[in-house]
């Protein structure tokens, strides 16, 4: 329990009972290995150091790997994020993270490939072709650091002007089981505090700061390592740069299916690139 994870799986011991009020399964969705896990009521939220919510975690191809596996794991995760969010409605994507720092770049790289079409009306969506968009917005905020302003700051007060449904929020993640880094995506309904995994929380972005739906997607890049000396590190792959990038396509365009579920993989891929 002492380890250093944003990942809810990582937070069990299934050699024990589990906690009052948790819950895991394991499934499978377009082939691709999912577990749930379920924590419902403070007790078991406190046990398991994660707020009540569902945590489903995907276990891709490694994205350091070309994705052989894509179309499945984009149908999956698209499929998990269908039944978390509102079905109508305007939905804000919100890329968190540093894009000058590769491991923190995940979110940033998201939102550049998602499909935005809150500023296309039902007119110029007929005459392209396109009818029956759904209103999407993406924005990547920056950090504290860049900005001078806590990216809750700068969500609130969109949230407040824009009014979505729903906020879905980008990050990189830290894993405690190195085989877990670039290799799994986890999706929850709990929100997030960007930070968290590596000693750097910030203010939390979840229903309760927000007012909408939160839903949090996010890939592990960097775990936690005691260097020979004793002192902690958090470290990454050397492939990291590849697999942001696979990580980002997967994400980016499992939200534009999820929004978008009248166009096909083929027709959002020709559309973005």
């Known amino acids: 329990m002492n380890i250093r994870t944003d990942l809810a799986v990582e937070r069990l011991d299934l050699s024990a009972p589990l906690p009052a009020g948790a819950g895991c399964r ?26 009540a919510g569902r945590y489903f975690t995907l276990s891709c191809t ?8 894509f179309p499945a794991e984009v149908e ?3 499929g998990i994020l269908r039944s978390l969010l509102p079905r109508k409605g305007l939905v804000l994507t919100v890329g968190l993270g540093n894009d000058s ?42 950090v504290l650091g860049q900005t001078g302003m806590e990216t809750a ?39 997030i505090s960007p930070g968290s995994g590596v000693a750097n929380r910030r203010k939390e972005l979840s229903p309760a700061t927000l007012g909408v739906p939160v839903v949090a997607v996010g890939v592990p890049t ?16 050397r492939e990291i740069d590849v697999i942001v990038e ?15 579920p009248g166009l096909s993989l083929e027709d959002l891929l020709a559309l973005v690139n």
């Open 62 to 69: 490694p994205f350091r790997c070309a994705p052989e596996d």
């Open 246 to 260: 696979n990580a980002a396509k997967t994400i980016a365009f499992a939200i534009n299916r999820a929004l978008q």
């Open 76 to 78: 999956a995760a698209a």
């Open 222 to 237: 960097v775990a936690d390592y005691p260097g020979q000396s004793g002192a902690p590190m958090m470290v990454t792959p």
């Open 26 to 51: 394991e499934f499978s969705l377009r082939g691709v290995p999912c577990t749930l896990v379920e924590i419902r009521g403070e007790a078991a939220a406190r046990t398991l150091q994660k707020p």
């Open 101 to 142: 720092i590769t491991p923190d770049a995940l979110g940033p790289e998201t939102a550049r490939l998602l499909l935005a079409t809150r500023h296309i009306d039902g007119e110029s969506a007929a005459l392209a072709g396109l009818p029956g968009l759904r209103p999407a917005a993406a924005i990547a905020p920056g």
């Open 153 to 191: 700051e700068i969500l609130s007060a969109l949230v407040r002007e824009i009014r979505p449904s729903a906020v879905i929020a980008v990050d990189a993640l830290a894993a405690g089981d190195f085989s877990r880094l670039g290799a799994t995506v986890q999706i929850c309904d709990s929100g």
